[in-house]
């Protein structure tokens, strides 16, 4: 073979691999066989698999709206992102009592406000930020103390000029979900 020329592989029958044109399509197999089973062990870890051996249910009674709120249906939205976020999320069955639950949420909307955020330089308000505070209380039905008893807030602005009610309701919606997303956060830090 000439100097600098090119060695090419090949079999007497020509359909042969070379022996590392092999060895790399091991290793990308390999490479792709272990991503696979990574990724899928992390996104089905999202899904409740961190959740406690013996944990299969909980119970959320009504979120009593304590507030001064004006939003008729505070309490119904709250308590739809809760059973959302835990049992159509997670593994999680929803249970219809305290005495066939393995964890229990539970809690109240304390407070609701909804106020100038922004001011225009002519002194007119252009948004207004919507704030509700939660108290909730999560523990397994196994253990004497709760894993947690706190208060969670959310809050999200709207333009009062535009669609003032529709943009309220809507603001008190995206408050809500960030008190949701809070609650599910602590919880499963614990899972």
């Known amino acids: 073979m000439r100097a600098g ?23 990308g197999v390999l490479i792709l066989s272990v991503t696979l089973f990574f990724g899928g062990c992390f996104s089905y870890s999202f899904t409740g698999t961190s959740i406690p051996e013996g944990v299969n249910t909980i119970y959320i009674p ?16 709250l308590n739809r ?43 007119e308000t252009d948004q207004n930020q919507v704030t509700i505070s939660v108290r909730a209380t999560y523990q397994y039905t196994s253990e004497d103390q709760p894993e947690w008893n706190q208060q969670f807030s959310g809050s999200s602005t709207y333009d009062p000029n535009e669609n003032p009610i529709e943009g309220e309701q809507t603001a008190a919606a995206e408050a809500l979900e960030q008190v949701v997303n809070n609650m599910f956060n602590d919880a499963v830090s614990d899972w």
């Not at 009504?62 to 939205?77: E, K, N, P, R, V």
């Not at 066939?100 to 002194?123: H, K, M, W």
């Open 62 to 77: 009504f979120f009593a709206d304590q507030s001064t709120s004006g939003i008729a249906d505070l309490s119904d939205q």
């Open 5 to 27: 020329a090119p060695r090419v592989f090949a079999s007497a029958a020509g359909s042969s691999s070379p022996p590392w044109h092999r060895a790399s399509r091991i290793l």
């Open 81 to 123: 992102f809760l059973v959302n976020r835990f049992v159509n999320q997670t593994r999680l069955q929803l249970a219809n009592s305290r005495g066939e639950a393995d964890a229990i949420l539970e809690g109240q909307i304390t407070s609701y406000s909804n106020r100038p955020f922004s001011v225009t330089s002519d002194e």
